[in-house]
């Protein structure tokens, strides 16, 4: 379920229509905390904030239920494993952003988006950097800030 919520495309929202028990549980988990943008990604609502000077998103179910928090890091401290991955299967791309992503249980994945042209991509690893999945190739920044 966790690896449909980080490839999934997400849909902008206002946060008026997002469901008070979402908005109270992030304001309990991240106080002080600004949303700097509301989107909503399936039946689940992500929440776009600078945690500690770190471009953040926190995932919660319509519950209000925490399921993963997503941090963007440098390309440089993604595992050996993952960027030899993307070096060798994806010649060619370069490897543009990185993110590690941290799910309710404490269990760590990285994303690394590859880009070429004007293509880009996503692809999900475990902890020790096996590949888990590739999302579809989406053309330029549609979607993204």
Do not use: H
Not at 96 to 106: F, N, Q, V, W, Y
């Amino acid at each position: 379920m966790v690896l449909n919520v980080s490839l999934a495309s997400a849909q902008k929202m206002n946060e008026s229509d997002v469901p008070e028990s979402v908005k109270s549980a992030f304001a309990k988990k991240y106080p002080g905390a600004k949303v700097e943008k509301w989107e909503k990604e399936g039946a689940d609502y992500e929440a776009e904030f600078d945690l500690n000077k770190v471009e953040s998103s926190a995932v919660f179910d319509s519950g209000g239920n925490f399921k993963e928090l997503e941090q963007e890091i440098r390309t440089s401290t993604l595992p050996k494993a993952v960027t030899d991955y993307c070096a060798k299967t994806y010649a060619g791309y370069k490897l543009t952003e990185a993110a590690k992503i941290t799910d309710s249980t404490g269990k760590v994945m990285y994303e690394a988006e590859m880009s070429k042209d004007k293509e880009e991509f996503d692809v999900l690893f475990d902890e020790k950097g096996n590949f888990i999945k590739k999302s579809e190739p989406e053309a330029g920044d549609e979607g993204k800030d």
